[in-house]
T-cell receptor
């Protein structure tokens, strides 16, 4: 869906580097989410946000930081990347009262 | 927190036959149960969902059933077609989806011609 985009789509970084994954949606959805997908684990929730300036931890938040200064953007930062953070990261959004989550195309991150 | 178990991890069926994927959840407070389909290299896409106040929902060849007492829900696909081949994920949420989803580990559905 063109309404939710992620950048970059592919990223290779080194251990210890800071990296930020971007997520942008054009629907003015209130809720936004970050998941990581790993073989054998399915998708796991990292952080979510109910509105601008409101964020909450999900199942696997350690090593990640989020912010949401604008409704349409929800960046995810790895402050000091580790090899265990090699994964595919999906951003998703949903509107108030509408529970379907729309996923972005994903970012494949490799930490060497 | 919530825990979702999904079975089987791989399911192979003949084209035209039915496929059933089962999930169990741990927290009786969960009230929203979506199913997502993910094709190789693509994003997950919602195919059907069910709320806790409904026992069954159907959309053409796809149906979902929910048993709150037993805390399990199932996806049924009838008259399977080659384009049904994908990985299917069940999920559960206590906040109607607003607090994020807890996913099962996925079922790789293979449709044999």
């Amino acid at each position: 869906d063109a309404g939710i985009t992620q950048s970059p789509r592919y990223k290779i970084t080194e251990t210890g580097r800071q990296v930020t994954l971007m997520c942008h949606q054009t629907w003015s959805h209130s809720y936004m989410f970050w998941y990581r997908q790993d073989l054998g684990h399915g998708l796991r929730l990292i952080y979510y946000s109910a509105a601008a300036d409101i964020t909450d931890k999900g199942e696997v938040p350690d090593g990640y930081v989020v912010s949401r200064s604008k409704t349409e953007n929800f960046p995810l930062t790895l402050e000091s990347a580790t090899r265990s953070q090699t994964s595919v990261y999906f951003c998703a959004s949903s509107g108030t009262g509408v529970r379907e989550q729309y996923f972005g195309p994903g970012t494949r991150l490799t930490v060497t | 927190g919530e825990n979702v178990e999904q079975h089987p991890s791989t399911l192979s069926v003949q084209e035209g036959d039915s496929a059933v994927i089962k999930c169990t959840y741990s927290d009786s407070a969960s009230n929203y149960f979506p199913w997502y389909k993910q094709e190789l290299g693509k994003r997950p896409q919602l195919i059907i969902d069910i709320r806790s106040n409904v026992g069954e929902k159907k959309d053409q060849r796809i149906a979902v059933t929910l048993n709150k007492t037993a805390k399990h829900f199932s996806l049924h696909i009838t008259e399977t077609q080659p384009e049904d081949s994908a990985v299917y994920f069940c999920a559960a949420s206590m906040g109607g989806g607003a607090d994020g989803l807890t996913f099962g580990k996925g079922t790789h559905l293979i449709i044999q011609p």
